[in-house]
């Protein structure tokens, strides 16, 4: 089975620094990675995801995630954190077992003033 | 399309009482998922269905749950008899079937049960 862990549940930046979230994966066959974001009160909405093919892979709202191999990683990135990111991230993996996203625990993002 | 429509949004129930949480998924999909959130367990998955057939329901906790998708428009989950400890978010989801396809979700119906 496939599964995510998120390091990290809650991450605080100050408005224009980087954002970084991260997540590594355990999987025995090349997996699909996901990247959701949940605002409060809100179902989750796809941010980006890695099938196959380039490993930078570029999503909505300026961010982005490099799927890196050899580090079993899928870090969500972005240059510069808007107080509109303040939300909850999931890193996800298709579950080629039970044929369904498991997610990661989560991580809390706060963007200070 | 409107997206994953759930139904109610909000509900309070009283321990022992019959809930029903109701989904309609994004038309043309053909997978739909049943996932619960809490503080303690994050999400998780209790049942999907493939062409209304239920695949895998190995994350429904209790026999007190059950899941039914009657047709490709319409999926309820039902508690009977709801406990306190199923307080939760309830989220619906639908994809179209296969490895690698998103799944849309709906905003959840948050149920309270006292």
């Known amino acids: 089975a496939q599964s995510v862990t998120q390091l990290g549940s809650h991450v605080s930046v100050s408005e224009g620094a980087l954002v970084l979230l991260r997540c590594n994966y355990s999987s025995s066959v090349p997996p699909y990675l996901f990247w959701y974001v949940q605002y409060p009160n809100q179902g989750l909405q796809l941010l980006l995801k890695y099938t196959t093919g380039a490993t930078l892979v570029k999503g909505i709202n300026g961010f982005e995630a490099e799927f890196k191999k050899s580090e079993t990683s899928f870090h969500l990135t972005k240059p510069s954190a808007h107080m509109s990111d303040a939300a909850e991230y999931f890193c996800?993996?298709?579950?080629?077992?039970?044929?369904?996203?498991?997610f990661g625990s989560g991580t809390r993002l706060q963007v200070q003033p | 399309d409107a997206g994953v429509i759930q139904s109610p949004r909000h509900e309070v129930t009283e321990m022992g009482q019959e809930v029903t949480l109701r989904c309609k998924p994004i038309s043309g999909h053909n997978s739909l998922f049943w996932y619960r959130q809490t503080m303690m367990r994050g999400l998780e998955l209790l049942i999907y269905f493939n062409n209304n057939v239920p695949i895998d329901d190995s994350g429904m906790p209790e026999d007190r749950f059950s899941a039914k998708m009657p047709n490709a428009s319409f999926s309820t989950l039902k508690i009977q008899p709801s406990e306190p400890r199923d307080s939760a978010v309830y989220f619906c989801?639908?994809?179209?079937?296969?490895?690698?396809?998103?799944?849309?979700f709906g905003q959840g119906t948050r149920l309270t049960v006292v």
């Open positions: 989801a639908s994809s179209l079937k296969g490895q690698g396809t998103e799944a849309f």
């Open positions: 996800a993996v298709w579950d080629t077992g039970r044929r369904a996203l498991t």
